[in-house]
Structures are given as structure tokens and as C-alpha cells.
């Protein structure tokens, strides 16, 4: 049995849009077993009325709520009782094999780090993320936003993670890793990235140099590694391109008798452009790096985005046991002693 500790409480349409699409998942695996952490009578109102294997949900009393206008730093440590800290100690614990969480980016990324650790070799943890192409594949990108300044040997530890992660949840038998740069020579970039390509052409398997933006969703590679400053404005950018372009078909298409009559024949193709980009597809970005597995979702999300962390981020990640696979694969990075210290 797989055990989630969904943090109930965090999200801007929590707790009613984040229980609800926790118990979609489990009516889908019968090997999947919650613990919505918040507050119970809060939790019970939303799950009145929902059709659920009431045998596979427990609910965990957390009378604290980390908020999204909280000092991430402080509120992991003042506020022990919260949903999210509950969450990531029952992971701690071993009560749990995930927890999952649309609340405060920062105290969840800070409460990983806090409460479950590093894993081997790994200074600072990722945000790793799954992005559509458009020849079909996804491909990962990390890190989106956990760590702004990344040392060389920190991005090569990324690739390694990327790699077993699309091997283990994407099914690519052999990915292809681009460090993303502002062009695609070696000698291209800034110092951190060519430093790292010495050091990705000499550790990484199947490394296939850098990777232009332009480049970025066109397949040029599965796995796309950049620090977390630049990882960040990517995903920023890709998404608010994506609902602008979306919402602006959506209106031109509209826009007449006529338009609207053509839409009617191109609704199938529409329906399937709209479904290759929606960002909520998996739902969340695991933050790779610490030794348990903590999904972090959009705080804008609702049942389909926690539906899907569950069913294609969480079940997998544990069922192929893809922590211990990243564990074996970092004994042997590289390291350096300021990175050690």
C-alpha cells in the first residue's frame, strides 16, 4: 500500500478542491492510501456528500495553517502544528511515502530540506518539472526555483535525478541531457555553465551538449538542466504563454457567428492542443534531492492538479522506488570541498 500525507489546508481553493481531488485518485488505485492533514471538522465538511473507499482515508487533525503570505523560515518552525509540517513529519517518520502540498512554496521547499534531509552527496535539493513538446514528448526541466545559485557539480547531480526520473516515470530508456545556455557551443555562457559542461561531458551519459530556448520544446532533449533562477522564469514564461495563447483562441473563435461555426469543426484538434499544454497535467514538481518524497502543486490548484500529483508523480515515484535509485546513482558525482562544507 502506498501512504500520502496530503496537506489539506494549503492552496487557494483548499481544503474542498484539494480533498476532493485526493479521493478522485484513490477511486483509481486500490493500493493507494491517504491522510488528509488539517483541520478535521474543516476536512470532513469536504468530504460530505463524496463517493470514497472510506477504509483508505484517515484524516490527521492539524489545527495550524501555514499561509501563502508567511515567512517561509519562520512559519516551518513556529507553527509545528500546521497541515504542511504535519505532513512532512509523517514522511519523517516513515508514516507516509509522500506528501503532497499546494501551500507556501518557500516553507515546503525549506520544511523538505528541514524535516527529511539530504540524500548522498546532494548540498542543495530541485525542483524538477515536467513540460510538454511539440513533437509529442514530454520532457523534464530542473531546476525550476529551489536552488537560485547552483554550483557546477550541483547541476550535475540534477542531471543524474532528471535522468532515472524520465527513465523511471516517462519511460525513456536512454535520455538525452542539454544544459539550457544562450547557445549551443561549448564556449557559449556565463562561468557556471561552462564549467559544467567539462563536467557533464565527463559524468553524464548521454549528454548531448547545450540547449537554446528555442530549441526548448521542440525534443532536442528529455532532460534540461539549468540553476533555479533561470529554471524559474522558464516555467513562469511557459505558463503564462500558454493560458494567453489559450484564452486568446478561445476568444477569437468566439468572436462571430461565423468563427464559432468553424471552431465546431476544428473542436477535436482544439481540445487536443488544449490538453498537450495544460499545465496540469502532472500535476506538481516533485523537490528532488531530500531523502523522502515531498510534491509540491501549484497554489492555484484544483482536484484534476492534485488528482494527477498523486496518480502521476507520487504512485510511480514510490512504486519504482525511483529515491533509492537516486541514492545509488549519486555515490559517485562529483563533489568539491566548498560544496561538501
Known sequence: MIRVAVDAMGGDFAPDEIVRGAVEAISARDDLELYLVGREERIKQSLAG????????AIVNAPEVIEGTDDPGLAIRRKKDSSMVQALQMVRRGEADAAVSAGNTGALMGGGLLFLGRLGQISRPALLVVLPGFSGAPFVLLDAGANMDARPEQLVQYAHMGRIYAQQLLGIARPRTALLNVGTEPQKGNQQVKKAYALFAEHVPHFCGNIEGTGLFFNAADVVVCDGFVGNIVLKLTEGLSRGLLQSLKEEFTASARYRAGALLLKPALYRLRDKFDDTAYGGAPLVGVNGL??????SSKARSIEQALLKQVYPFVK????????????????????AD
Not at 463524496?50 to 482515508?57: M, N, Q, S, T, W
Not at 515531498?294 to 497554489?299: A, D, F, L, Q
Not at 541514492?327 to 560544496?339: C, G, I, N, R, T
Request: one cysteine or more; hydrophobic letters at 40%; charged letters at 25%.
Open 50 to 57: 463524496l463517493d470514497y473507499p472510506a477504509g483508505r482515508v
Open 294 to 299: 515531498c510534491i509540491k502543486c501549484h497554489g
Open 320 to 339: 519504482n522506488r525511483v529515491l533509492a535509485l537516486f541514492e545509488e546513482a549519486l555515490l559517485h558525482m562529483p563533489s568539491s570541498k566548498k560544496e
